[in-house]
């Protein structure tokens, strides 16, 4: 019967539930034994890597045009009428396995997560999880909506943070003002939207009778190897290393900017140091394309390889456009094995950090979906995120022309040490985000209402970012959390990002000592896929799974010797 699936996704993105479901319960009623396992795997993998492919051609597309109706009404009809259904069949399938007691070679850690989403699964929340995604698109429309007039343009709020790097401080007032003032209009459309998000999520976690969302969310993303109160233990350690040396980092910027204060309009994002006087626009992103081709080459020549199979595919959209969806992330085609990078460029030095961390995941994507089955290719986003961090470290000597890459060495440096600047800024700034999600989750009784979001929002604020003086600014300063696309559109998943950087900086610094042997643990380490757990996947990359603070403080000092040094290469 499978010889009859297509051999391409594109084929099957319209196909109606009626004609996937047979291959569903083709598998669902085989028999099943030692001697099939293998085949029976090998088939659901096919029809798996189908739907997984199909899920994200049709994100994708409502994405890369949020006005696109006929996009956005072949998403829907998917979601109503095939998600459901297969997520419903992927279950029973799940729970066949397990039934069956088989432990198929390499397949330790993914029973494990099986069993927790066998755990988890409700099919009264099949409705519930279709609404979060339609929910998300709405999202998605307001923010890809976002643009303001400038100097005779109409300019997204992306392609705003370009003007913002001028040396002119009272023009950078005006523009972050303009922007802020944008974003404040859309104020009450996303409190109502968030109230729909909460309730919808405090459902799904009444429905799979777990006490709030924060306990549902944990299972759902399979955090199998810590706990929430390890995420408290981290936020307490980023307060007390994190934020000094953050602290420390913002006052030598403010006396390189020769200012009393720092204001919000003399970062980038509300976070970063700029670029003052900015680094050069790179050109094109096809210019952006081939300096990066370049910068992976020289890296490994395989990573080169893998970049160049994207561009000739057209495996990558990166141009900033007003309709586009905000962010960047790396999405797999696994019928197609190969990843899709989305971003949003507009000529920054970002940009490249930004296309740096991306190709890591489209790295990791070729690496892990060379394994057999789609069981074994999931690892925890933990790790996902030292893929794309590590990468963006990794890279870094090669940024200069000498290299192939960007800037001279003068500016090859300011590059570095604008790097190490944002990861000390970094740490902080998850602490708030990650703060925020774990109390909101846990006293929905007071995040229902906007008006205590914005106060627990400023009251993390000023708790974790001290450096920069946002007075007067009361509610640009309160809705920052409006502005965080993941509490929206990913729920509780961010400290992913503050573990990996942890991880990552460990690899950096294990390629500071022996760069050959670095490179090849962390190839060794994405190969692995979901084949192994979170500790063990980040001790066979060169690293180690922690939250304390000494961990932490290892790598701040490490971080901040470079930057003392100036030896970033």
């Known amino acids: 019967m499978f010889d009859t699936l297509p051999a391409r996704a594109e084929p099957f993105l319209d196909w109606p539930w009626p004609d996937i479901e047979p291959y569903f319960q083709d598998l669902l009623e085989r028999p099943l034994d030692a001697s099939n396992v293998h085949a029976w795997l090998a088939d659901w993998t096919r029809l798996s890597d189908l739907m997984i492919e199909r899920h994200a051609r049709l994100t994708l597309a409502v994405n890369l045009e949020t006005t696109d109706k006929d996009a956005e009404a072949r998403y829907d009809a998917y979601l109503d009428s095939v998600y459901p259904g297969s997520q419903a069949a992927n279950q029973r399938l799940k729970q066949k396995l397990l039934a069956s007691g088989l432990q198929p070679d390499n397949f330790a850690a993914p029973l494990r997560k099986m069993r927790a989403e066998a755990a988890?699964?409700?099919?009264?929340?099949?409705?519930?999880?279709?609404?979060?995604?339609?929910?998300?698109?709405?999202?998605?429309?307001?923010?890809?909506?976002?643009?303001?007039?400038?100097?005779?343009?109409?300019?997204?709020?992306?392609?705003?943070?370009?003007?913002?790097?001028?040396?002119?401080?009272?023009?950078?007032?005006?523009?972050?003002?303009?922007?802020?003032?944008?974003?404040?209009?859309?104020?009450?459309?996303?409190?109502?939207?968030?109230?729909?998000?909460?309730?919808?999520?405090?459902?799904?976690?009444?429905?799979?009778?777990?006490?709030?969302?924060?306990?549902?969310?944990?299972?759902?993303?399979?955090?199998?190897?810590?706990?929430?109160?390890?995420?408290?233990?981290?936020?307490?350690?980023?307060?007390?290393?994190?934020?000094?040396?953050?602290?420390?980092?913002?006052?030598?910027?403010?006396?390189?900017?020769?200012?009393?204060?720092?204001?919000?309009?003399?970062?980038?994002?509300?976070?970063?140091?700029?670029?003052?006087?900015?680094?050069?626009?790179?050109?094109?992103?096809?210019?952006?394309?081939?300096?990066?081709?370049?910068?992976?080459?020289?890296?490994?020549?395989?990573?080169?390889?893998?970049?160049?199979?994207?561009?000739?595919?057209?495996?990558?959209?990166?141009?900033?456009r007003k309709g586009k969806a905000p962010g960047a992330y790396c999405t797999?085609?696994?019928?197609?094995?190969?990843?899709?990078?989305?971003?949003?460029?507009?000529?920054?030095?970002?940009?490249?950090?930004?296309?740096?961390?991306?190709?890591?995941?489209?790295?990791?994507?070729?690496?892990?979906?060379?394994?057999?089955?789609?069981?074994?290719?999931?690892?925890?986003?933990?790790?996902?995120?030292?893929?794309?961090?590590?990468?963006?470290?990794?890279?870094?000597?090669?940024?200069?022309?000498?290299?192939?890459?960007?800037?001279?060495?003068?500016?090859?440096?300011?590059?570095?040490?604008?790097?190490?600047?944002?990861?000390?800024?970094?740490?902080?700034?998850?602490?708030?985000?990650?703060?925020?999600?774990?109390?909101?989750?846990?006293?929905?009784?007071?995040?229902?209402?906007?008006?205590?979001c914005d106060a627990k929002w400023f009251e993390l604020w000023q708790r974790f970012m001290p450096g920069v003086d946002w007075s007067g600014l009361d509610a640009e300063a309160m809705t920052g959390w409006q502005r965080k696309q993941h509490i929206f559109r990913y729920p509780f998943y961010y400290v992913e990002y503050g573990l990996a950087q942890l991880g990552a900086v460990q690899v950096w610094h294990n390629a500071r000592q022996n760069p050959r042997r670095a490179l090849k643990q962390y190839r060794r380490a994405l190969g692995l896929g979901g084949t192994a757990s979170l500790p063990e996947l980040y001790k066979a990359a060169g690293a180690r799974f922690a939250f304390d603070a000494r961990t932490l403080a290892q790598a701040v000092q490490f971080i901040e010797t470079a930057i003392a040094t100036q030896s970033c290469a």
């Open 120 to 320: 988890l699964f409700r099919q009264s929340n099949l409705p519930l999880l279709t609404e979060e995604h339609k929910l998300t698109a709405q999202y998605n429309k307001i923010i890809g909506a976002q643009s303001v007039s400038w100097q005779g343009q109409e300019l997204t709020l992306q392609q705003m943070r370009r003007a913002l790097q001028t040396p002119d401080r009272a023009a950078r007032k005006h523009i972050w003002q303009i922007a802020a003032e944008r974003q404040l209009a859309d104020r009450a459309a996303l409190n109502q939207l968030w109230s729909q998000y909460l309730d919808l999520r405090c459902k799904l976690a009444a429905n799979a009778d777990f006490p709030d969302y924060r306990a549902f969310r944990w299972q759902q993303m399979l955090r199998l190897d810590y706990t929430p109160q390890d995420c408290l233990k981290f936020q307490k350690a980023i307060e007390q290393v994190a934020v000094p040396a953050a602290t420390r980092m913002y006052e030598k910027y403010r006396q390189r900017l020769g200012v009393e204060r720092l204001r919000p309009w003399d970062l980038d994002q509300d976070l970063y140091p700029l670029d003052l006087p900015p680094l050069p626009p790179y050109g094109s992103v096809s210019d952006l394309q081939d300096k990066v081709q370049g910068i992976f080459t020289r890296l490994d020549p395989q990573l080169g390889r893998y970049f160049q199979e994207m561009r000739a595919h057209g495996m990558l959209d990166l141009d900033n």
């Open 332 to 452: 797999a085609f696994p019928s197609t094995r190969r990843p899709f990078i989305f971003m949003n460029a507009v000529g920054l030095a970002s940009d490249v950090r930004t296309i740096l961390h991306e190709s890591g995941h489209a790295f990791h994507n070729f690496e892990r979906l060379q394994l057999p089955y789609t069981q074994q290719r999931l690892p925890g986003l933990e790790f996902s995120e030292v893929a794309s961090m590590a990468m963006e470290l990794l890279a870094d000597p090669y940024v200069s022309r000498e290299q192939g890459g960007f800037y001279d060495e003068a500016q090859a440096r300011r590059f570095r040490l604008a790097h190490l600047e944002h990861l000390l800024a970094f740490w902080p700034y998850m602490a708030v985000v990650d703060a925020f999600q774990h109390w909101a989750y846990s006293r929905p009784d007071l995040s229902n209402s906007p008006r205590y």
